[in-house]
Each structure stands twice: as C-alpha cells, then as structure tokens.
C-alpha cells in the first residue's frame, strides 16, 4: 500500500508554497514549475501542494509501482518512462500556466544530469541532492522548505462527514470559505485551498478535509456547519470542537 503523508501535511506544505510565491514569483504558480526527487510521504505532499497551488511538477522515482499506485490513489495525473515523454506533457501545461504532475520512473540522479546537460531549469526544487541541486540554484531555483511552520496564529480545522460526504462536503467547505477573514494575509491562499484540493487530493484522503483558521473563524464556522450538517465532525488542533 501507498504510504500517505497526513493531510495537515499536504496544507501546510500548500500554504509554504503560496507564501513562497509570494516573496519569489508575483503571487502566481502558474507556469512554474517544480522538481522533485522521490515519490515517498513528503514527495506525496510536495506534488499534491504544487497542483493546489496551480504549478507543474515532475517527480523522479526508480519505484514504479509506487508511482503506479499514486496514478491510480488520483495524487499524479500522468506517469511515464523517459524525460522526452515527460517534457511533451509538462510543456504543454506549463505553456497554458495550468497544474500537472508528472510521474518519471527513472534513476533519479541520471535523470537529473539529463536534464542539466540539455539546459533545463526548474523554479522550485524539493529533495534534490547536492550538488546537482546547486546547478539549479545558481540559476534562480528556489528550494522548498522540508518542514513548513505553520503560523502560531492559526489552529488545524479538520472536518470529516460520515453520511452523504459527496453532498454535503462541497457544503462543509462553502461555509468554512465563508468564515474565514478576509483581511487575513493567508485568506487568499486557504480560499485556493478550499476550491482546488478536493481534485488533487484524489481518493486517497476520503470524506476528509482541513484548513488552518483562527479562533474567531473556527467558532463562526463549526457553528454554522454543525447547525446545517449534524453529520459533520469537527476538531481543533486535534481535539473535538
């Protein structure tokens, strides 16, 4: 079986990633694109993020049943065998400045040689390895962060519904988009959240969602939700709210 990262890791690593767009590229992932080594837990959550947050991703694994098994859990859109195949796709969608995440089964470190020697160049890189990393640093890459710190001003919402979750779930995040500050810095980011991860997250997370919110948002919104949605259950940092 497929090992999964935690969703709160998935949300956290999206909104270091929406900060990093931020601070390096104009607010926008669209047309980036990340290169990621190894389809393990947190390459899970690196790629799934990159889609959330409306960038390209090409994830390099030598395991490709591992890449097989994400392809078919709905968390990579497409997995190939050569980088030729690989460029086809990513080209085309970074072009049009839309999200894709490409599986490459392959040698990771001869992969990436390759892909130094004809000149190609990332904007974000996760889990690289020196120094072929530094290739694409010198050239204006932008490393992810291994471990996201979440901001102390907001706590983990986590939600699950057990009765008619394909219903009611779309409901659940409506309300909690509703609730949120819309003076906030992260607003932006959880709102993108809220719109985009349900089809990057696949089937592999089930009737489950989270989001980061403040005490004041947490309270407006699992008042309204449980008022709408007595099936809902909600916590807060890991208790029950």
Known sequence: MLPLPELPQVHDRFLDLSR????????????????RCGFDPDGIA?????????????CVDADADRLRDGLRAGLIDFVVATLDEALRILK???????????????????????????????????????????AFLERGAVPMTSQPTPPESLALLAWTVTENPAQSMPRVAEISAAALDLGHSDTPARQRWLRQ?????????????????????????AAQARGEIPAVTITRDGEPL
């Open 46 to 58: 690196a790629v799934v993020a990159a889609s959330v947050a409306g960038a390209a991703s090409l």
């Open 92 to 134: 085309n969608e970074i072009r049009r400045a839309r999200p894709v995440s490409v599986g490459l089964t392959a040698d990771p470190e001869a992969s990436i040689a390759e892909m130094i020697a004809r000149g190609l160049q990332p904007d974000l890189l996760s889990a690289i390895p020196q120094p072929q990393a530094g």
């Open 197 to 221: 991860s349900p089809r990057a997250l696949g089937r592999a997370f089930g009737p489950h969602q989270c989001l980061r919110m403040t005490i004041a948002e947490s309270a407006a919104f």
């Open 20 to 35: 990093a767009a931020h601070e390096h590229f104009g607010e926008s992932f669209g047309g980036r694109f990340l290169l």
